[in-house]
């Protein structure tokens, strides 16, 4: 059965420097989303991707966020300067066109120290 | 404004005892899709159901039900027989015609199912 997946699954990383985070959504999908999830708090949308550009942002989605489909397969979230508050789970999330449903890939815990 | 409710923090329960968990939603859209996620402690998301607001009839697969009642904006969850596999967060979610899809979640039920 086809699945997100993301890499990397763990990412520990100081204070003010860039990460990037990968996520390949399944292979018929067009439309892409990154969530987070700060621990023990809930699910909260940061930014949802369609035909190469961001269709929808959160105001948690600044400037120190971008989203890129550098190719064919893969969907990235870059924070080009990270803070303590954004340690979290980052989960992708693809769903067909004309389907509601999405499915999610296992998550990357980003720790910012 | 778009809103998800699930008042209940924790549940805990006995095996095979039945469990419901609530969700309450808000939305100005005529149409929107309703969801159930299940996050078990490895912390993976899981879909468990899709319900569309013009398709009020209750749904069953297996052990699992779901309540969905427009009138009074809720869309229950209830585990039969529960098993100490069931132990996870359950999360409840909303996305409206209108908007891009994306996913309004509640803040979660934590379930802990004890043998």
Known sequence: ???????????????????????VPISNHLYFYWYRQILGQKVEFLVSFYNNEISEKSEIFDDQFSVERPDGSNFTLKIRSTKLEDS??????????????????????LLVL | AQKVTQAQTEISVVEKEDVTLDCVYETRDTTYYLFWYKQPPSGELVFLIRRNSFDEQNEISGRYSWNFQKSTSSFNFTITASQVVDSAVYFCALSESSNTGKLIFGQGTTLQVKP
């Open chain 1, 88 to 109: 979290a789970m980052y989960f992708c999330a693809s769903r067909q066109t004309g389907e509601e449903t999405q499915y999610f890939g296992p998550g990357t815990r």
């Open chain 1, 1 to 23: 059965e086809p699945e997100v997946t993301q890499t990397p699954s763990h990412q520990v990383t100081q204070m003010g420097q860039e990460v990037i985070l990968r996520c």
